[in-house]
């Protein structure tokens, strides 16, 4: 099911927003201060990863229909936050989250359908897989950090992106998708 040559994808797929830049490049300097060994691209998760049951094209094939039929909405970054369970150090999603929601729905049936193991929550990862002590020094200065970034905090959202996670721990994308282009064609 990888789609790369030389078979380094591993059967984990996700379907991601990218946060444009400068917001995006704020962001993942940002996750590169708070975790310095990460690699991170900004970006708001539509579908958690998950694995596949069939050939990435097909799953590919559905979600291109659904993304293309959705209209473009805007995202607005609020608060930094932590996850209690997992001490993740997230920005919340203020306005957009109820379309994310609404579009995670809708695309997580059939061939993209899988059991979550947490509740779907908009969100953009700053920090993971950090130690328990280290999590409130590191929220202080995600937040403290994010409330001096001097630029817009909201971003127009009219692309999605498919992506494998590799056996390097990589995300390789596969297949991008326009919103509403199914509506632009009409």
Not at 31 to 40: A, C, M, Q, W
Not at 120 to 132: E, G, K, R
Request: aromatic share 10%; with cysteine; net charge negative.
């Amino acid at each position: 099911m990888s789609f790369d040559p030389n078979g380094e994808g591993l059967n984990v797929f996700a379907l991601v927003i990218y946060v444009p830049d400068p917001l995006g490049r704020f962001l993942d300097d940002l996750r590169r201060e708070l975790v310095p060994h990460d690699n991170p691209h900004a970006h708001v998760s539509v579908l958690p990863p998950r694995p596949l049951e069939v050939e990435w094209q097909s799953a590919s094939s559905q979600t291109r229909m659904l993304v293309e039929a959705w209209p473009p909405f805007d995202v607005e970054l609020t608060t930094v936050e932590v996850f209690p369970a997992t001490d993740v150090i997230y920005l919340e999603v203020g306005s957009g989250a109820a379309e994310l929601r609404l579009m995670h729905d809708a695309i997580s049936t059939r061939d993209l359908q899988c059991l979550e193991p947490f509740p779907y929550h908009p969100h953009i990862t700053l920090a993971q897989d950090i130690a328990h002590d280290n999590v409130p020094a590191l929220h202080e200065r995600a937040g403290r950090r994010w409330r001096e970034f001097p630029g817009s905090r909201s971003f127009r959202v009219e692309r999605a992106v498919f992506v494998q996670h590799t056996k390097a721990g990589r995300w390789l994308d596969l297949a991008e998708y326009n919103l509403g282009l199914m509506a632009a064609k009409l």
